[in-house]
């Protein structure tokens, strides 16, 4: 603030009054410029700071403290922390696991027998000396493989009444003068969208089997076909996923055409139905057709776009909610974090540990339980205090915190991220929709892209049948092979 010369010459008495009312008036004005100034200095600092914070959480998240997958970690991979708690799954086979130990079958298909000629030891002539016994050994191995040639032959004949000619039908899957068999199509079917080989390397498998090699446009048609044929199916998946009483639902991102699509999946331990559409959020979901529609539990995290359909119960992954605490727990150094953590797992393991036919924790263990979460939901709030009422001129909500995001979170959705431990039905996480979807994740590294969206309708389509028929501990090449022949797996009734 600029003080004039004048009043350091002259006393104030002798100065007019008009010029101290200017002067002080003057004065008032330099001294609000200059608290205006400090004022948008402090806003920006602060909102510096805010951006500084935000980039060292990103730089801080990974896949074992976020949501990110562990492929986006990059080669500098993180020491990761396991969440499980140490003793509970200890390594190599668990108790009550049925080995696949390769066993001997009574009755072999082939016999040779390797005989004993002379004597090791003092070179006794043996070949005419019966055997007393005999040591078995086993090989399992596959005979070499030929590619079976039938031909179909219709019978002519000639109608002695009319004098017409009538020719025998075809078998439906016979609609071609030489054509590959449903079998060899349900291989290559197989390996293309159940193990990600690509056409050109399909291609190459085959001949190297089988002496045949079935072009990429005959796998891409078996594709096609195969699609069509399971839509019975998919109808059926569809209509068992809408009885459930728990469903699991997720999404992520795909490449379609060069453009970023979703990928959206609905799942229980023995159902699996996906759907590729270009929009992520409700318009998305709802194409699969189940959401919409669906009244039982739907496990998910927590994308605002699944709130949107309440016409369900909704319950939340608390996997993504250890992983947050993690997060918070190493980037804001707040103990209440690790103490959700760990009261989430207690719970867990109380609901592990109950014996059946018990489907929910005892009256008094859901009310010591619910005191102590929201003993920590007021201990988190109490550390982060609402933000400031923001200006006029700002728009929107005022800027949180990340702990004050997910304690809000958690406060108003109590109910669904604790529903595991008031019915035992309903899973602690949303892991199974994220195995199941992790797959095709995989299918994408491996092709980049799809290069049609009817292709990546198929994928899908195929995918759903070939989980399902795996989930439902059918044989998946057999599967296959009805399919093409007309007679498509139907699931059984779901016990989800």
Sequence with gaps: MTVPHELDSQPLEKLDKPYLIRLILTMQQQLAEQEELIQRLLDQVAEQQTQIQTLRDQLAKDSHNSSKPPGSDGLKKPRTRSLRQKGQRPKGGQPGHQGNTLKMVAEPDHVETHRVTSCPHCQTELSDIEATGHEKRQVFDVPPVRIEVTEHQAEIKQCPACGQPVTGEFPSHVSQPVQYGPRLKAQASYLNNYHFIPLARTEELMTDFYGQSPSEPVIIEANQQLAHQTEPSRASIKQQLLTAHVAHFDESGLRVEGQLHWLHVVSTPELTLYHVHRKRGQAGMAAGGVLSEFQGGAVHDHWPSYLKFD????????????????????????????????????????????????????????????????????????????????????????????????????????????????????????????????????????????????????????????????????????AIYHAFVGQPFIPSGAMA
């Design 311 to 478: 016409n369900c119960r909704h319950y939340f992954c608390n996997a993504h909610h250890l992983r947050e605490l993690q997060f918070i727990l190493e980037q804001y150094q707040q103990p209440w974090a690790a103490e959700m953590a760990q009261l989430l797992l207690d719970i867990k393991a109380e609901v592990e540990g109950t014996p059946p036919p018990a489907m929910s924790l005892p009256a008094e263990r859901l009310a010591h339980y619910e005191a102590k979460y929201d003993k920590l939901i007021a201990k988190g709030l109490a550390a982060h205090p609402p933000p400031d009422i923001p200006s006029p001129k700002k728009r929107g909500r005022p800027k949180q915190s990340p702990p004050k995001n997910l304690l809000d979170r958690l406060q108003t959705h109590q109910s669904g991220v604790l529903a595991f431990m008031y019915d035992f039905r309903v899973p602690f996480d949303n892991n199974l929709a994220e195995r199941d979807i992790r797959m095709i994740k995989v299918k994408q590294k491996v092709s980049g892209t799809f290069r049609t969206l009817s292709g990546a309708h198929n994928f899908c389509a195929i995918r759903s049948y070939i989980s399902t028929v795996r989930k439902q501990d059918h044989n998946v090449i057999d």
